[in-house]
């Protein structure tokens, strides 16, 4: 796994936080934030609800400012090269889709905030590139074959490959997914994640990823940041994923198991919405 | 052709060429109850401007864009909930009411209250045609030019915001559009029924096409040939008012396009689930 290769302070960075303090309102969501992802490098950002973690997404958009520390997205104050980062955002307006061809939500990631409309039958050299440039997205992620059908009548996991199309149609540098495995089932969590791995390698993407549980991620992951009680932990799996760090992160019992193939399996993170009470800042903002 | 038509056949075919794209992204959005809500500004807007005794075309479009305008801005960067539109819409009507008893004091109500409900496509005059004509040619144009970032908002509404897509200003113009083709339609359908040439056609071509351009494109085609239709089967029927006939066709086009996909749609099923079990061996 590449994560072992860099080091730290490396001016090819795609996303460096340092010290990194967010406060609303008078709380601290978190705080000495510490974050470096680099070219094909693949890294969750891990915790319970409420921890913070799509508040990060947020400061690295450039749409929530830093109360301390310092952020940088590929070489630029956060927000100024967002054409150049690939975001798939939690919340998604699946309804709407319903009736709309696959391939023209691949497209809206390429064309979607130009303004005006091109009369058919002119600029067709561009035209090509970017149908060129879809259907290269769409070869990526394995959705060629379904992609003249319209989104409401692919599968979930059929969805989330046309929205990561979507997000990696531009070629970013940079690709942000806000709980990208939420609602699949197990079988395509892991086909999910194995795409993200090779996009992420083959392309040689920046990934960071939001989910509340490792396990279906633990083979494919470079690196882990842990938010948790306003505090956070970056470092590669096998550092950061052990009973001792987890524990004392959480303040709670956390075990880590190792399997006989030499997998690790988490057991105990609060990750679902039913813990409520290890939340550091109540009724501000969800994740 | 008698004189009457050309000037109905003029309006009304611009009118559902604006009705039928404005509509397609109304119904991609599930705004269909705000344009009936707006239709019911239109009423009020009316009845007010004869109340006032400026022309109740003045009435239309001023309470109209008015509210829709309004609307988007209490919509923000989400759309209005059906709640507040609900609220919105029983109080405005209520004002309507109003404004229709202090008419009826003046001992004037009537033939008013009847066009702005049921509208009066054959009564247009020419000028009425080129206004209606040029109305719809800027509407159609606005959409041409945010139509692509408006459907990128309408879909992915997070990610469009990322990437610097304006919104908040794109619902807000949606809303505005939407408003000014309801006011333009009230005067040939009424306000009773002028939602047939917003959703029906549109709603139509969302289930006949799953590419973007081309269902605008039918949604707009549908629309004129609601409008002809209807019409040709009221020169014939004199006794059937035209907005019902242009209602009556719409309605049809859309019951007709909902069996088309039901029917194209079972075989697909089928191939599908055999596809799926093939795979899985």
């Not at chain 1, 090509?128 to 599968?155: C, M, N, P, T």
């Not at chain 2, 009118?15 to 009020?44: E, K, N, Y």
């Given at each position: 796994m590449a994560g072992e290769s860099h080091h730290t302070?490396?001016?090819?960075?795609l996303v460096r936080v340092s010290h990194g303090t967010v406060v609303r309102g008078t709380s601290t969501i978190w705080s000495d934030l510490n974050l470096e992802v680099f070219p094909g490098e693949f890294t969750a950002i891990l915790g319970p609800n409420g921890s913070g973690k799509s508040t990060l997404l947020q400061v690295l958009l450039g749409r929530m400012p830093l109360a301390g520390g310092s952020a940088e997205v590929i070489g630029a104050a956060p927000g100024a090269r967002r054409a150049d980062i690939g975001y798939l955002p939690q919340h998604r307006a699946i309804t709407a889709a319903e009736r709309i061809r696959a391939i023209d939500i691949v497209g809206l990631g390429l064309t979607g905030a130009r303004w005006g409309f091109r009369i058919p039958g002119t600029g067709t050299a561009e035209a090509r590139r970017e149908r060129a440039q879809i259907h290269e997205a769409l070869d990526l992620v394995g959705a060629s074959h379904y992609?003249?059908?319209?989104?409401?009548?692919?599968?979930g996991g059929e969805q989330q490959r046309i929205l990561i199309a979507q997000a990696i149609v531009r070629k970013p540098a940079f690709l942000l997914l806000d709980e990208p495995l939420d609602s699949l089932d197990l079988p395509t969590q892991a086909s999910v994640v194995a795409l993200i791995r090779e996009v992420c390698t083959h392309q040689q993407i920046g990934v960071l990823l939001v989910a509340h549980d490792v396990n279906p991620l633990l083979t494919a992951l470079d690196q882990v940041l842990y938010i948790a009680n306003g505090h956070a932990l970056q470092g590669a799996v096998d550092q950061v994923i052990t009973s001792s760090q987890l524990s004392a992160l959480f303040g709670m019992p956390i075990e880590v198991l190792t399997a006989a193939d030499g997998r690790r399996v988490v057991i105990g993170t609060p990750d679902a919405p039913h813990h409520h009470g290890h939340r550091h800042s109540d009724g501000h903002g969800h994740g | 052709m008698s004189g009457y038509l050309l000037p109905a056949i003029i309006a009304g075919s611009t009118i559902a060429v604006a009705c039928g794209i404005v509509g397609w992204f109304i119904v991609l959005r599930s705004q269909v109850f705000a344009a009936d809500a707006l239709s019911h500004f239109a009423f009020t807007g009316a009845i007010a401007g004869l109340v006032i005794g400026i022309s109740p075309q003045l009435g239309v479009f001023g309470c109209t864009i008015a509210c829709g305008a309004l609307l988007a801005a209490i919509a923000g960067r989400t759309l209005a909930d059906d709640l507040t539109i609900g609220i919105g819409v029983t109080w405005v009507l209520g004002l309507g009411v109003l404004a229709l008893a202090i008419l009826s004091r003046n001992g004037n109500e009537g033939t008013g209250a009847a066009t702005a409900l049921f509208g009066s496509i054959n009564t247009l005059t020419g000028v009425d045609a080129v206004i209606a004509a040029s109305i719809a040619a800027v509407v159609i144009g606005v959409i041409a030019v945010i139509g692509r970032p408006l459907l990128y908002a309408s879909l992915n509404p997070v990610a469009a915001h990322a990437r610097g897509v304006p919104v908040r200003l794109l619902n807000a113009l949606a809303f505005i559009a939407l408003a000014t083709v309801v006011a333009e339609a009230t005067q040939a359908l009424g306000a009773l029924l002028l939602l047939a040439l917003i959703a029906a056609p549109a709603g139509a071509a969302h289930h006949l096409a799953h590419r973007p351009a081309a269902g605008i494109g039918i949604a707009a085609g549908i629309g004129i040939a609601s409008v002809w239709v209807g019409l040709a089967i009221s020169y014939c029927m004199p006794t059937l008012p035209a907005s019902s006939a242009i209602a009556t066709v719409a309605a049809a086009a859309f019951a007709a396009a909902a069996l088309i996909a039901t029917l194209r749609r079972s075989p697909a099923r089928r191939a599908r689930r055999h596809s799926v079990i093939t795979h899985t061996h």
């Amino acid at each position: 796994m590449a994560g072992e290769s860099h080091h730290t302070g490396s001016p090819s960075a795609l996303v460096r936080v340092s010290h990194g303090t967010v406060v609303r309102g008078t709380s601290t969501i978190w705080s000495d934030l510490n974050l470096e992802v680099f070219p094909g490098e693949f890294t969750a950002i891990l915790g319970p609800n409420g921890s913070g973690k799509s508040t990060l997404l947020q400061v690295l958009l450039g749409r929530m400012p830093l109360a301390g520390g310092s952020a940088e997205v590929i070489g630029a104050a956060p927000g100024a090269r967002r054409a150049d980062i690939g975001y798939l955002p939690q919340h998604r307006a699946i309804t709407a889709a319903e009736r709309i061809r696959a391939i023209d939500i691949v497209g809206l990631g390429l064309t979607g905030a130009r303004w005006g409309f091109r009369i058919p039958g002119t600029g067709t050299a561009e035209a090509r590139r970017e149908r060129a440039q879809i259907h290269e997205a769409l070869d990526l992620v394995g959705a060629s074959h379904y992609a003249q059908r319209a989104f409401g009548e692919l599968s979930g996991g059929e969805q989330q490959r046309i929205l990561i199309a979507q997000a990696i149609v531009r070629k970013p540098a940079f690709l942000l997914l806000d709980e990208p495995l939420d609602s699949l089932d197990l079988p395509t969590q892991a086909s999910v994640v194995a795409l993200i791995r090779e996009v992420c390698t083959h392309q040689q993407i920046g990934v960071l990823l939001v989910a509340h549980d490792v396990n279906p991620l633990l083979t494919a992951l470079d690196q882990v940041l842990y938010i948790a009680n306003g505090h956070a932990l970056q470092g590669a799996v096998d550092q950061v994923i052990t009973s001792s760090q987890l524990s004392a992160l959480f303040g709670m019992p956390i075990e880590v198991l190792t399997a006989a193939d030499g997998r690790r399996v988490v057991i105990g993170t609060p990750d679902a919405p039913h813990h409520h009470g290890h939340r550091h800042s109540d009724g501000h903002g969800h994740g | 052709m008698s004189g009457y038509l050309l000037p109905a056949i003029i309006a009304g075919s611009t009118i559902a060429v604006a009705c039928g794209i404005v509509g397609w992204f109304i119904v991609l959005r599930s705004q269909v109850f705000a344009a009936d809500a707006l239709s019911h500004f239109a009423f009020t807007g009316a009845i007010a401007g004869l109340v006032i005794g400026i022309s109740p075309q003045l009435g239309v479009f001023g309470c109209t864009i008015a509210c829709g305008a309004l609307l988007a801005a209490i919509a923000g960067r989400t759309l209005a909930d059906d709640l507040t539109i609900g609220i919105g819409v029983t109080w405005v009507l209520g004002l309507g009411v109003l404004a229709l008893a202090i008419l009826s004091r003046n001992g004037n109500e009537g033939t008013g209250a009847a066009t702005a409900l049921f509208g009066s496509i054959n009564t247009l005059t020419g000028v009425d045609a080129v206004i209606a004509a040029s109305i719809a040619a800027v509407v159609i144009g606005v959409i041409a030019v945010i139509g692509r970032p408006l459907l990128y908002a309408s879909l992915n509404p997070v990610a469009a915001h990322a990437r610097g897509v304006p919104v908040r200003l794109l619902n807000a113009l949606a809303f505005i559009a939407l408003a000014t083709v309801v006011a333009e339609a009230t005067q040939a359908l009424g306000a009773l029924l002028l939602l047939a040439l917003i959703a029906a056609p549109a709603g139509a071509a969302h289930h006949l096409a799953h590419r973007p351009a081309a269902g605008i494109g039918i949604a707009a085609g549908i629309g004129i040939a609601s409008v002809w239709v209807g019409l040709a089967i009221s020169y014939c029927m004199p006794t059937l008012p035209a907005s019902s006939a242009i209602a009556t066709v719409a309605a049809a086009a859309f019951a007709a396009a909902a069996l088309i996909a039901t029917l194209r749609r079972s075989p697909a099923r089928r191939a599908r689930r055999h596809s799926v079990i093939t795979h899985t061996h």
